[in-house]
């Protein structure tokens, strides 16, 4: 039976003691905000379904009331976190920046990301890193390796403790507590049912496994690394060290992993053949960590609660602002900013001290923030609103609703193109067609001769080897016209896309025949649609790929 859709109380206030639904635990603080809490059980839901939900199974799932789901994704679309595709809800790469700002403000990936990606370039094996995650794990990096059996595990991916490679390294720190909570959460859930990266149990766990786990526990305390002997599923192995942190006494800040299959190594010859170079990858990712000072603090997002504000009037009751402002708390955080006191948090977002402490509360009571005295930090579970699902994002699946926002708004077919490795051509790698008699009859996958087309010659003009006067041009004006060259009554105008460093990766464009617009047309009407709409494109894409790697095609 789905659960009763819950009454919607004043914006802000927090829920009450016999209040149904999944925000109605008595041990919610007075001062949480009800609307974030809502808002983030609506982020997850749509992660733990890979993404996607139609706005009927948010309701469901939820079990909040569809008028509060309605506003709820309303105000999550207009901060760009998810779009609509008829009633379907999607979220969208721009939430992965709640992702990169704990990625960010950890600093681990970004230093230590090079280290593992060399060690799978050495070993022709993935590598990953993991942080702890109360008793479980979660993925911070991974290195994989493309083969007809290759790992599936996707970045803030979360692991039962239990089952894997590096859950008994960090459970050598667990305290009493700790391994309370484990126990518990195990009777709770003997099938691992609530860890949906991982096959379920098809039998509960036992005393035996309690038994087991401590026993890998003081192994991994005595031999300083552990194994994953098919405990995720046959034939997958792992094997674990530690990369403790400087200055800490030891205190474990990631755990590196080599994973692999039982048709390429036995955990046995993992242990033997492969822990030596681990070792020694971990020792360079310590010494990484020793000898790069602390990051200057950059500028965080800046005009945060004017730009709430101002949305608030444009959408009227749609808008939830204590649910925007709460989100525009976590992106504060970040490079040169893991800890901020409550002070700082409001002065950076430019919120009433009040409402960011509220806010902080929420995050506190949901598990996303930890407070150590007067300081706030970010913890791994941010990375459980959208970045698994996320994390595997392609460009083609980034740039696929902006050329249909960009087709709805001028009335032509466009397209998104790479260059082929041979750099001789190009190929459609996203399309979307408009509803004309006459139109251009190209699919995805279709490949030209890069010099002859308008998405050619903007990739061309990035090479080295661009100075050719057409290209050169093609360079400075930042765009392609090409007029009845590839085929007669055939115009097609381009622009670049560009990756985080600046370099053209992809090209975007709109072809139509020559009746319909001229050249003067294109380069008046057409051009600062393209270029709004690259701009858009490139925005998602360096979001996302700020600590993942996204495919061009």
């Known amino acids: 039976m789905p659960a009763k859709p819950m009454p919607e109380p004043p914006e802000g206030s927090a829920p009450s003691a016999d209040e149904n639904g999944p925000t109605a635990e008595k041990d919610v603080p007075e001062e949480a905000v009800t609307p974030l809490i809502r808002g983030i059980a609506v982020l997850r839901e749509l992660t733990e379904a890979g993404g996607t939900l139609s706005l009927s199974g948010l309701e469901r799932a939820t079990g909040l009331a569809r008028s509060t789901v309605d506003r709820i994704t309303a105000t999550l679309a207009r901060m760009g976190y998810v779009r609509f595709d008829g009633r379907d809800v999607h979220l969208s790469p721009r939430l992965m920046e709640l992702g990169n700002a704990y990625m960010s403000a950890l ?11 060399a060690l799978a370039d050495e070993l022709d094996e993935s590598v990953s890193l993991a942080v702890a995650d109360l008793d479980g794990i979660r993925f911070i990096h991974q290195a994989t390796r493309r083969r007809a059996m290759s790992l599936s595990f996707r970045i803030g991916d979360l692991l039962p403790a239990e089952r894997t490679a590096p859950g008994p390294l960090f459970a050598t720190e667990w305290t009493a507590t700790d391994w309370r909570r484990w126990r518990n959460r195990k009777a709770a859930d003997p099938r691992d049912l609530s860890f949906t990266a991982v096959p379920p149990r098809r039998y509960g ?6 038994e087991t786990f401590a026993r890998r526990t003081q192994e991994a305390s005595a031999n300083g690394w552990s194994l994953d002997d098919q405990l995720i599923e046959p034939g997958l192995v792992a094997i674990s060290v ?6 800490t006494d030891g205190r ?3 755990v590196a992993s080599v994973v692999s299959h039982t048709s390429r190594h036995t955990a ?5 053949t492969l822990l030596p170079r681990l070792r020694s990858a971990v020792g360079a990712m310590e010494q990484e960590l020793q000898n790069t000072p602390p990051p200057e603090p950059g500028p965080p997002p800046s005009d945060l609660a004017r730009w709430t504000g101002a949305s608030k009037q444009q959408l009227g009751r749609e808008f939830i602002e204590s649910l925007a402002r709460g989100l525009t708390v976590l992106t504060v955080f970040g490079e040169g ?19 960011a402490r509220r806010a902080l509360i929420t995050y506190e009571h949901l ?3 930890a407070s150590t005295g007067r300081t706030f930090t970010l913890t791994p579970r941010v990375l459980s609103l959208g970045f698994p699902p996320l994390s595997r994002t392609s460009l083609p699946e980034i740039a696929q609703p902006h050329l249909a926002d960009l087709t709805s708004r001028i009335h032509e077919s466009t397209s998104l193109a790479v260059l082929s490795d041979s750099g001789e051509e190009i190929q459609y790698t996203a399309r979307v067609t408009t509803a004309r008699v006459m139109s251009v009859n190209i699919t995805v996958g279709t490949r030209l001769p890069a010099y002859a087309t308008a998405l050619g010659r903007v990739l061309l003009a ?3 080897a661009g100075d050719e006067g057409t290209l050169a041009s093609v360079r400075s004006q930042g765009y392609a016209l090409v007029d009845e060259e590839l085929e007669e009554g055939l115009r097609s105008l381009a622009v670049p896309i560009r990756d985080r460093s600046g370099r053209v990766v992809a090209a975007l464009n709109t072809a139509m025949h020559a009746s319909r617009h001229t050249p003067r047309e294109c380069v008046t009407d057409l051009l600062p649609e393209l270029t709004t709409t690259a701009t858009r494109i490139q925005t998602d894409l360096h979001t996302a790929s700020r600590f993942t790697r996204v495919p061009l095609s």
Not at 205 to 210: E, F, L, S
């Open 268 to 272: 046995r010859h993992l242990r033997t």
């Open 337 to 355: 900013r893991p800890e901020l006191t409550l002070t700082e948090v409001a002065r950076a977002t430019g919120l009433a001290r009040a409402t």
């Open 252 to 254: 474990i800040a990631c």
């Open 107 to 117: 600093r681990l990936p970004a230093l230590l990301a090079p280290h593992a990606d």
């Open 462 to 464: 990035d090479a080295p």
């Open 242 to 247: 530690p990369v403790r942190a400087p200055g």
């Open 205 to 210: 766990a036992d005393a035996r496994d309690d």
């Open 367 to 369: 598990g996303l923030v």
